[in-house]
């Protein structure tokens, strides 16, 4: 089972990376549940690091129900993702009714061509997440981050199984939400190919910028890897 770290700054993303981690996903205020990263730290972890980066598309925090202002900004963030060495874009979006926007998905995955496209754990508000399920698919979406519509993956993960096994291969479902060292063999033991996590800190204080516990990681990297 792979590993993919969410990492807001290049000590995370490096100290990932020495350890074992399969994949990065950039962003940065992690507190905020993470933001576009700037394209000074793009740049950095892209020349510096050796495995893939994904790069976080959000313009703010709050819900992810974005106006047309707001949706070019995310078109402009994506274009300026592009221009480093990438693998992937992470993405998400909810109309005002939580249902998902096809062509809206579309645009995103025709203007993500050649990249991995990932959608974020806006999926966890979606009204019909299998419709939701099928709409991903039909719109050539790698994979979805999501805790199976609950505060963490692991009170998810009866529908987290359940959605995998509906889109089968055709569709990653990646477990990602308060994943750590002690509920990490949960998600090994069903079969699920990769997870996400952040490996922060257990102690950071409220309102703190958290960082990676080497620790946590080599711990949950153990029981991956086991």
């Known amino acids: 089972m792979n590993i993919e770290v969410c990492a807001n700054s290049f000590h995370s993303a490096n100290i990932a990376q020495e350890l074992g ?107 019909n997440p299998l419709h939701g399920l099928d709409q991903l698919m039909e719109a050539g979406f790698n994979r979805i981050l999501t805790s199976g519509q609950a505060p963490s993956a692991s009170e998810g993960l009866a529908k987290l199984v359940q959605w995998q096994k509906y889109v089968g291969q055709a569709l990653q479902i990646m477990p990602g939400g308060g994943i750590h060292h002690q509920n990490a063999a949960f998600f090994k033991n069903k079969g699920f190919e990769a997870i996400h996590l952040s490996a922060k800190k257990m102690n950071t204080k409220p309102g703190d910028e958290p960082i990676i516990d080497p620790a946590i990681f080599e711990e949950v990297l153990s029981i991956t890897k086991g």
């Open 21 to 127: 981690a399969f994949r990065v996903e950039l962003c940065q205020e992690l507190r905020l549940d993470g933001l576009t990263p700037s394209a000074d730290l793009i740049e950095e972890v892209t020349t510096r690091l050796t495995i893939p980066v994904h790069v976080l598309i959000r313009p703010r925090e709050g819900d992810f129900t974005y106006s047309s202002r707001e949706l070019s900004q995310i078109e402009r963030e994506i274009e300026v993702a592009k221009s480093f060495a990438i693998s992937g874009i992470v993405v998400g979006h909810l109309n005002p009714d939580h249902t998902l926007d096809p062509v809206l998905l579309a645009e995103w995955r025709a203007q993500s061509h050649g990249l991995e496209l990932s959608f974020h754990r806006a999926f966890d508000r979606v009204a």
